[in-house]
């Protein structure tokens, strides 16, 4: 299986604040890469789809980038709406694996 | 828009066989992977398997021997079995669309069911 690994694992920040999360594949993914948001008690949404394409409907503060084994996700100016925890997934190889999540935490 | 909505025993005992449905209601059953997905409490994200609209099964290496997902597609429905589950198979299950987007790979999961919240307790 593929092993998705992201930083950090948790992070606080203020409305407004630049935010950045790196997922790493254990091998080469190409950009079969998915972002997925999850605010507590519900369902992830995707997000990005693959490594920096927006899904319908994201605000466009939200980007991704990178290719191979490193990827980003970067919110441009954090919102209220957007505390909650972040999901990478590799889409290049069935068992589908995903990352263990990045807590975004008001400050 | 596509709704999936999901149902089956929140409770087992173990050794017991976890159990549940979703359904999908507004949109095309066919041209997509149904896949289940689950969330331990507190914990991340793990991939248990899907199934084509043709019936073609993948399954979480883990996972596989103990795992059965069907469609019924004239129902636009399908299903997943967990046997002999344990303390360790508490989790929220989740079902998903999976969205190829090529050939090989590339699948994205853009809607998902409410989430059922399975117990595994003697």
């Known amino acids: 299986d593929i092993q998705m690994t992201q930083s950090p694992s948790s992070l606080s920040a203020s409305v407004g604040d630049r935010v950045t999360i790196t997922c790493r594949a254990s091998q080469s993914i190409s950009t079969y890469l998915n972002w997925y948001q999850q605010k507590p008690g519900k369902a992830p949404k995707l997000l990005i789809s693959?490594?920096?394409s927006l899904q319908s409907g994201v605000p466009s503060r939200f980007s991704g980038s990178g290719s191979g084994t490193d990827f980003t996700l970067t919110i441009s100016s954090l919102q209220p709406e957007d505390f909650a925890t972040y999901y990478c997934?590799?889409?290049?190889?069935?068992?589908?694996?995903f990352g263990q999540g990045t807590k975004v935490e008001i400050k | 828009q596509v709704q999936l909505q999901q149902w089956g025993a929140g409770l087992l005992k173990p050794s017991e066989t976890l159990s549940l449905t979703c359904a999908v209601y507004g949109g095309s059953f066919s041209g997509y992977h149904w896949s289940w997905i689950r969330q331990p409490p507190g914990k991340g994200l793990e991939w248990i398997g899907d199934i084509s609209h043709t019936g073609n099964t993948y399954y979480n290496p883990s996972l596989k021997s103990r795992v059965t997902i069907s469609v019924v597609t004239s129902q636009n429905q399908f299903s997943l079995k967990l046997s002999s589950v344990t303390a360790a198979d508490t989790a929220v299950y989740y079902c998903?669309?999976?969205?190829?987007?090529?050939?090989?790979?590339?699948?994205?999961?853009?809607?998902w069911g409410q989430g059922t919240l399975v117990t595994v307790s003697s």
């Open positions: 693959p490594a920096s």
């Open positions: 997934q590799q889409s290049y190889s069935t068992s589908w694996t």
């Open positions: 998903a669309r999976g969205r190829k987007d090529c050939s090989s790979g590339c699948l994205a999961f853009d809607s």
